[in-house]
């Protein structure tokens, strides 16, 4: 069943000295739709950026006294339940714009929904290239770096020390769009290093919304040579079996998983299995206080969300809303599209991220840049590029039958 509820920031001050263009006018209301995972597996990514959002979007409340109202819907990440709920939002709940949508399959789906029905569709959870057109859509604009920049910062670095075979390369992915594309991104990254392509990219696939790897790594376990690097682009769960399962059998390899699969229940489920896990991210580590915008996030999750972890989605949707009310402070009547011209008026600017970020009609993802951490002793811990070349041959305490440390 779809769940529906509303989160309304509450009314935090009465009358407030205001400054600037959106200040000097009466309280607004901002109405924006959300469709994205609240139940399954993937329900802990939904429910940190949506627990960042409603931190930033206090923030703003509190300071200019505009209101921003967000609808969510329950989609489960299933493309087939995100087509009705993205309709019911645009046309029933009548959101002036949608806001982090959740994951390349159902944003699929959803942002063709919102270019018909000129409604903006702003920084979705995906970086997917079929969001991130040549020439920009108007009705879509991204925070995130893509997919394709997430592999290459990890396989570039990597390559600066070892120049590996294709034998030594694999590919763990969601057997969808989500997942294909990334096999295409891989290959040609082997052919920039000039490495010889002579069997393909070894690829193991496994079906979305499922927990079924067994397949994949038994196809593993009989690949001779052994990868020695695998890239995963896969949701928090499937990939977690997936590493443990071959921990288990006594694999050795180094794991690189993009951004989308490091959830709290991705941790969770491998805190206690000793691997070499590289994750990219699209935000910076969440307790490095030396940024501006990190030490806002800590004020505002612990005032506005206090129930809810800082985790990497949840920093991302407070960045998320804090771009969109930055657009907003110059917008003096908000609709439809002066939402998007605020956007887009934007052009280079800073909000303590510790890189610039950029929005103008040309471009439409404000970030290009790539964190990465990794996954030790239970923690997400941030790394330097320089350390990756040093996991890839580091040794790993050995498992015992059940998948733990001995």
């Not at 789906?109 to 270019?115: F, H, K």
């Not at 067994?214 to 949701?235: M, N, Q």
């Not at 070499?276 to 910076?284: E, G, H, L, R, T």
């Not at 103008?360 to 290009?368: G, I, K, T």
Request: hydrophobic share 40%; glycine share 6%; aromatic share 8%.
């Amino acid at each position: 069943m779809i769940r529906f509820h509303q989160i309304i920031v509450p009314f935090l001050v009465g009358i407030m000295t205001l400054c600037g263009s959106i200040y000097s006018h009466s309280a607004q209301t901002i109405t924006l739709g959300m469709s994205s995972a609240f139940s399954g597996d993937n329900a802990s990514m939904g429910e940190d950026f949506l627990a960042g959002a409603q931190a930033g979007f206090a923030r703003f409340h509190n300071r200019t006294g505009h209101t921003i109202e967000l609808t969510t819907l329950d989609d489960a990440y299933d493309p087939r339940q995100t087509a009705p709920n993205t309709r019911r939002l645009i046309k029933e709940e009548k959101v002036t714009a949608l806001f982090g949508n959740l994951g390349t399959p159902t944003v699929a789906v959803s942002a063709p929904i919102a270019t018909e029905t000129k409604t903006l569709l702003f920084a979705p959870v995906t970086g997917s290239s079929i969001i991130r057109p040549k020439t920009p859509d108007r009705y879509i604009i991204n925070y995130r770096a893509s997919y394709e920049e997430e592999i290459t910062a990890a396989f570039d670095a990597l390559m600066k020390k070892y120049l590996l075979k294709e034998s030594d390369i694999a590919l763990f992915n969601q057997k969808d769009m989500f997942g294909n594309t990334s096999k295409n991104h891989l290959t040609k990254l082997m052919q920039k290093y000039g490495i010889q392509h002579q069997e393909g990219l070894f690829q193991m696939e496994y079906s979305r919304n499922t927990l079924a790897v067994e397949h994949a790594v038994a196809d593993l376990l009989i690949r001779h040579p052994t990868p020695k690097v695998i890239f995963i682009v896969g949701s928090a769960a499937p990939s977690a079996k997936f590493i443990r399962l071959t921990r288990q059998y006594g694999l050795d390899p180094l794991f690189i998983g993009i951004s989308f699969m490091s959830s709290r229940l991705f941790i969770e489920e491998l805190q206690d299995v000793p691997a070499k896990i590289i994750i990219s991210q699209v935000v910076p580590h969440f307790e490095e206080k030396s940024l501006p915008i990190i030490v806002d996030f800590h004020q505002d999750m612990t005032r506005f969300s206090p129930q809810n972890p800082l985790t990497p989605l949840s920093l991302e949707g407070y960045i998320a809303a804090r771009i969109f009310t930055t657009a907003l402070l110059n917008t003096e009547h908000i609709n439809h599209e002066t939402i998007i011209d605020a956007l887009e008026s934007l052009n280079q600017f800073d909000i303590g991220l510790g890189v610039p970020l950029t929005l103008s009609p040309a471009e439409h993802q404000a970030s290009h840049s790539i964190w990465l951490t990794q996954l030790k002793d239970g923690k997400l811990i941030p790394i330097p590029f320089t350390k990756v070349p040093t996991l890839y041959l580091s040794d790993i305490m050995p498992l015992d039958a059940t998948g733990k440390a001995q």
